[in-house]
């Protein structure tokens, strides 16, 4: 099983530059999440899905996109990337929508925004 | 909305000293609670979660969580460290306020001294 699978692994941006980080999960879950991981600050939740066609906003959204046209896959788009999405970004996606059950993540996108 | 507070960014224990990280969640009924384990350069897993009615939840390599809600405490043990436990461990809850959102602590990291 390939799990949550995020793409690329590493990125290096340019102040003001757009890219999409990609992230497909092959477990036919219905909720899928990003999140970004800073120091000292744990996980914030920047968007989340309970399916396809439907997203919501998370903790910290400003500056993210998202889309969900498939239940496999949930890119997150930066549209102008600033110095402060330097971060590590996580997909996570979880079967259903019930309150006990578990996130399952990618390995995760270092971003660096110069 | 939920919070969660974990005592202690960095912890070091001993190889074969007793563990103890701690997480005190903010009030609700009931709590969905859950603990993670990252390791270095990987995304999350599931290390337990809580069930509804009881106090003592056993999870993988050996780590349990005591779920006391007069102390509104789910926090993580394990009787004798091994050096692969080296790793951040994450309290998380989960939560419906408008939208499905699992919320981090901070995370505490944890040494294993040989």
């Known amino acids: 099983n390939a799990g949550v699978t995020q793409t690329p692994k590493f990125q290096v941006l340019k102040t003001g530059q757009s890219m999409t980080l990609q992230c497909a999960q092959d477990?036919?879950?219905?909720?899928m999440s990003w999140y970004r991981q800073d120091p000292g600050m744990g996980l914030r939740l920047i968007h989340y899905s309970v399916g396809a066609g439907i997203t919501d906003q998370g903790e910290v959204p400003n500056g993210y996109n998202v889309s969900r046209s498939t239940t496999e896959d949930f890119p997150l788009r930066l549209l102008s990337a600033a110095p402060s999405q330097t971060s590590v970004y996580f997909c996570?996606?979880?079967?259903?929508?019930?309150?006990?059950?578990?996130?399952?993540f990618g390995n995760g996108t270092r971003l660096t925004v110069t | 909305a939920q919070s969660v507070t974990q005592l202690g960014s960095h912890v070091s224990v001993s190889e074969g000293a007793l563990v103890l990280l701690r997480c005190n969640y903010s009030s609700s009924v009931p709590p969905y609670l859950f603990w993670y384990v990252q390791y270095p350069n990987q995304g999350l897993q599931l290390l337990l979660k809580y069930t509804t009615g009881a106090t003592l939840v056993k999870g993988i390599n050996g780590f349990e969580a005591e779920f006391k809600k007069s102390e509104t405490s789910f926090h993580l043990t394990k009787p004798s460290a091994h050096m692969s436990d080296a790793a951040e461990y994450f309290c998380a809850v989960s939560e419906w306020t408008g939208g499905f959102k699992t919320i981090f602590g901070a995370g505490t990291r944890l040494f294993v001294k040989a």
């Open positions: 477990m036919n879950h219905e909720y």
């Open positions: 996570a996606s979880m079967r259903g929508n019930e309150y006990n059950s578990p996130l399952h």
